[in-house]
Nanobody
């Protein structure tokens, strides 16, 4: 079992930056791919980014490619999402996830979830 807790969300102006963190406890974090999803009001949860267990490979949604960077520090049991050049359409609750079985881009594939952190980007 892995427990995930997100932090770092907040209110930022368009063009600004935020860094989200996902702290893991329990066993096995360093063995799992991990990822970020987001959900805006009235919309389905959508894939943002994922990283393999070693950090060697990363994957991004087209909407965030070039602006967001996913990384992890297995020694600290923590994953990060650096978000730059934020846009109002990035406003959502951001969730971290671990241990997918299947496509990284499908929320149904992921076994463990955090509680989410709100990101609001004002125009």
């Amino acid at each position: 079992q892995v427990q995930l807790v997100e932090s770092g969300g907040g209110l930022v102006q368009a063009g600004g930056s935020l860094r989200l963190s996902c702290a893991a406890s329990g066993r096995g974090f360093s063995n799992y791919p991990t990822g970020w999803f987001r959900q805006a009001p009235g919309k389905e949860r959508e894939f943002v980014a994922a990283v393999t267990w070693s950090g060697g490979s990363t994957f991004y949604a087209d909407s965030v490619k070039g602006r967001f960077t996913i990384s992890r520090d297995n020694a600290k049991n923590t994953m990060y999402l650096q978000m730059n050049s934020l846009k109002p359409e990035d406003t959502a609750v951001y969730y971290c996830a671990a241990d997918p079985e299947g496509s990284y881009r499908s929320s149904d594939a992921w076994g463990f979830w955090g509680q989410g952190t709100q990101v609001t980007v004002s125009s």
